[in-house]
């Protein structure tokens, strides 16, 4: 799946190269799904490199805009990461559509990810398809007696589980990720953040875990102490000490030895960082608006089996993408619609992110809500009736919409309102 991409170009896991190629961190993914007592993700100071922190946050289009600009200014940039602000499984609609808009645009681009493996499972196949080659688990304990003493809490969809239950959910989880990526080839590090007195003596264990299961290289980290934290009374741990600790885990792991301890907005060579010249780049690209159409190369349908538009918006679970090609269109994908139960105007939104890059919607019938919400987007909603090929003549090439439209019905079933009800 990786063939055509030079892996040895980064930097994070060949040290041999991280004076010639750098990386970006796009911060897409900011909600978090656990709580850890040394994080504190609410101060951003300029010179300072720590994870969890970024200047701005980006979504998927202007992400694929910044990593234009990055590259315009900074050609040796070989790998996209996405490394938060959250998590990004916390985040999942965005961390992907980053992904894969990053992928059709950047086809020789290293995409990477760092997560704490809590909701990253479902993911993983299509993350090897697209493929993303190097994931980094951030692992601080395989004992849940140790675990819950790094954690206040950990969410897993609406529920919130402490100490021991969620110690063990999430050590459950690590250990299912870092076994499913290896099973799809995808290389894999570990973090473990040192922090003395809690995990510092357990770090052998992590590593000899870490190894049984067939990840391939461990970051030992130290903690760095951040004030209105359980853990701000904790001092780092020395440097001394941290070698101790690597010297031990070697015996079970390659240790990587050259970590910068990254901002969620990280850019350019490890040891040459230049998140501070770009924070205005960052900046602007964060304040631009929806892309207009002309810039937009795509048309998203909704249909119950490719030939007709004859699927309400509410009810559609995929979409189809069609692009112009010679004298017709082609189907390019099907992307997976956000499911139904999100809160209408969540859902909505997320239906906006995954088609950012489609001028329109063909659907048969839309409420009100959703149409709105898609228009601010940028994408022109179309209800129609008939065949696809007919309104993707009509949207390209300035046909007669109005004659297409279809009759907007009420929804029956709920599916177009959070309140229950259709708006349409």
């Known amino acids: ?128 398809t697209l493929p993303v080659s190097h994931v980094t688990i951030t692992v601080n304990g395989v004992d849940p007696q140790v675990v819950e003493q790094v954690y206040s809490w950990v969410r897993d969809g609406n529920v919130v589980y402490r100490g021991r239950q969620a110690a063990e959910l999430l050590h459950s989880r690590q250990k299912a990720a870092v076994s499913a990526l290896k099973a799809h080839g995808i290389t894999v590090k570990i973090n473990t953040i040192v922090v003395p007195g809690v995990n510092d003596h357990h770090v052998e264990a992590v590593a000899a875990k870490m190894q049984e299961l067939g990840a391939d290289l461990l970051n030992c980290m130290a903690m760095f102490p951040n004030v209105d934290t359980p853990f701000a009374h904790i001092p780092e741990p020395s440097k001394q000490r941290i070698a101790e600790i690597r010297q031990v885990a070697e015996k079970y792991l390659p240790q990587m030895r050259h970590c910068t301890r990254c901002r969620a907005d990280a850019v350019g060579l490890l040891g040459d960082d230049k998140a501070g010249e770009f924070r205005g780049c960052l900046s602007a690209c964060a304040s631009t608006p929806a892309l207009p159409p002309e810039q937009r190369p795509y048309v998203a349908v909704a249909t119950m ?47 906006g992110r995954v088609l950012n890059d489609c001028r329109a919607l063909l659907v048969s019938a839309l409420g009100d809500s959703p149409r709105e919400v898609l228009e601010k987007s940028g994408i022109r909603p179309v209800t129609m009736s008939g065949f696809i090929e007919d309104g993707l003549k009509a949207v390209y090439r300035g046909g007669n919409l109005d004659a297409m439209k279809g009759r907007r019905v009420p929804c029956t079933k709920g599916v177009c309102s959070g309140s229950g009800g259709c708006n349409g």
């Open 1 to 128: 799946m990786t063939s055509h991409l030079d892996l040895s170009k980064h930097p994070c896991f060949n040290p041999a190269v991280k004076g010639q190629f750098g990386r970006v961190h796009l911060p897409v993914a900011p909600k978090c799904n656990i709580k850890c007592n040394f994080c504190n993700r609410k101060y951003d100071c300029a010179n300072e490199s720590r994870p969890g922190v970024t200047s701005s946050l980006l979504s998927p289009s202007q992400a694929v805009l910044y990593l234009r600009q990055v590259l315009a200014k900074e050609p040796r940039i070989t790998v996209a990461g996405i490394a938060g602000p959250g998590d990004p499984f916390a985040n999942p609609e965005e961390t992907m559509e980053t992904l894969r808009l990053i992928r059709r645009e950047f086809p020789e681009m290293i995409l990477c990810l760092a997560s704490n493996g809590l909701g990253i499972g479902p993911y993983i196949p299509e993350l090897a």
């Open 305 to 351: 089996e490719g030939v007709l538009v004859n699927q309400h918006l509410g009810e559609a679970t995929r979409f189809q993408i069609y692009a112009p090609e010679g004298e017709g269109f082609a189907l390019i994908e099907e992307r997976p619609a956000p499911k139904a139960g999100n809160g209408g105007l969540q859902r909505w939104t997320s239906v």
